[in-house]
């Protein structure tokens, strides 16, 4: 009997806490909800990014010569990892970038050939001359794309981040990706304050930049502002939040990106926006204030690769569902572009 009434009042018992437990989180879940909707998001605001990015795209003339669209590197492509750089290249090509450059590891160059003719691919980021072997090309590019399968080699990130810095004594764009963000990860000043910079975390590898640059863990629930703090501790350099909806900063404004795309998270996907947030940055630091209407350039840039690549995994899922590769993504650019950007 006594054991009988023991477990009813040990089993009322976890009933209560599991009762109380549920009730927090549904708080703070519905506390969250309440942030991500009431945050920097005016009404048609989408549309009116959308606009900004349609003015800084370069219309297409017969009196352009060959590069003048955007000549685009990649820095990235070891031997684990060869499809991250082709999709990032592939990806500038499609939205209209003229030629794009990959400088890999000497034995990723051979396969990253073999995916595509449309790539020009220079077996360097390995070797003791890498980033002299990089650096003469500064001239014939635009904008530089780092990390798409960059992978974590010592002799590589070396290279990588003194590449970085010589980008930015030439005023080069960059826009850092996966482990190019290692690199920033390791030593933080090496893009501070440099405001032709874009970083696009994804959440683990925001949350590494944040404990890294701010040592602290952050705010769960009001992701603006975690991403206010990091743009801001890193000197206003951009940032492209990507997760749910998008957020992009640099460290005053906070755009949302909540362009539809699907459920379907496909690995490949980041180096679609890396690739295509290469040339549009390289057309929105040329489009000139009146386009950008006062706007930074690099929100501009970083609204519509994220727009565009939530697009393209839109159509793509249509088509192919549970199915969808990157490739499928990468097929859906021009329709895509066409019915952002064109239309
Ligand atoms: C979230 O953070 C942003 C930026 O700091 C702030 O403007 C906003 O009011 C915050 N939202 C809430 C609900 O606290
Ligand atoms: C970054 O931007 C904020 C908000 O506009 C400004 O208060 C701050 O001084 C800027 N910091 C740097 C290093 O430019």
Redesign the pocket.
């Known amino acids: 009997m006594r054991t009988a009434r023991g477990s009813l009042l040990c089993g009322g018992l976890i009933a209560l806490v599991s009762i109380a437990v549920a009730l927090c989180c549904l708080r703070i879940e519905v506390l969250c909800r309440a942030f991500t909707f009431h945050s920097h998001r005016p009404v048609g605001s989408m549309e009116k990014n959308l606009q900004l990015v349609r003015n800084i795209i370069p219309p297409l003339t017969e009196k352009k010569h060959k590069g003048q669209d955007g000549k685009i590197g990649i820095i990235g492509g070891c031997t684990e990892y060869t499809g991250a750089p082709y999709f990032a290249a592939i990806a500038s090509l499609k939205v209209g970038a003229d030629l794009s450059h990959v400088f890999c590891t000497k034995d990723a160059a051979p396969v990253i050939k073999s995916y595509s003719p449309n790539v020009i691919v220079h077996p360097v980021l390995d070797l003791s001359s890498g980033v002299e072997d990089v650096e003469k090309w500064f001239p014939a590019l635009h904008s530089m794309v780092i990390g798409p399968g960059l992978g974590r080699d010592e002799k590589v990130l070396q290279n990588t981040k003194v590449i970085m810095e010589k980008c930015q004594k030439q005023g080069i764009p960059i826009v850092i990706d996966a482990d190019g963000l290692w690199v920033v990860v390791q030593d933080p000043s090496v893009i501070q304050?440099y405001h032709k910079a874009i970083l696009t975390p994804n959440v683990v590898e925001f949350s590494r930049l944040y404990n890294a640059v701010l040592k602290s863990h952050y705010n769960e629930c009001n992701h603006s502002s975690n991403l206010l703090q990091l743009s801001?501790a890193l000197?206003?350099v951009t940032i492209v939040q990507k997760g749910e909806k998008d957020l992009i900063s640099d460290?005053?404004t906070v755009l949302v990106c909540s362009q539809q795309g699907s459920g379907r998270r496909c690995g490949g996907q980041g180096d679609l926006l890396s690739g295509s947030l290469g040339v549009l940055a390289h057309w929105a630091f040329t489009a000139g204030d009146e386009k950008t209407d006062g706007l930074n350039p690099t929100l501009i840039a970083a609204f519509g690769a994220c727009a565009l690549t939530r697009q393209c995994n839109h159509q793509a899922f249509q088509k192919h569902r549970r199915a969808m590769t990157t490739s499928d993504m990468i097929a859906e650019i021009s329709t895509a572009f066409n019915k952002l950007f064109e239309s």
């Open positions: 304050g801001q000197g206003n460290g005053s």
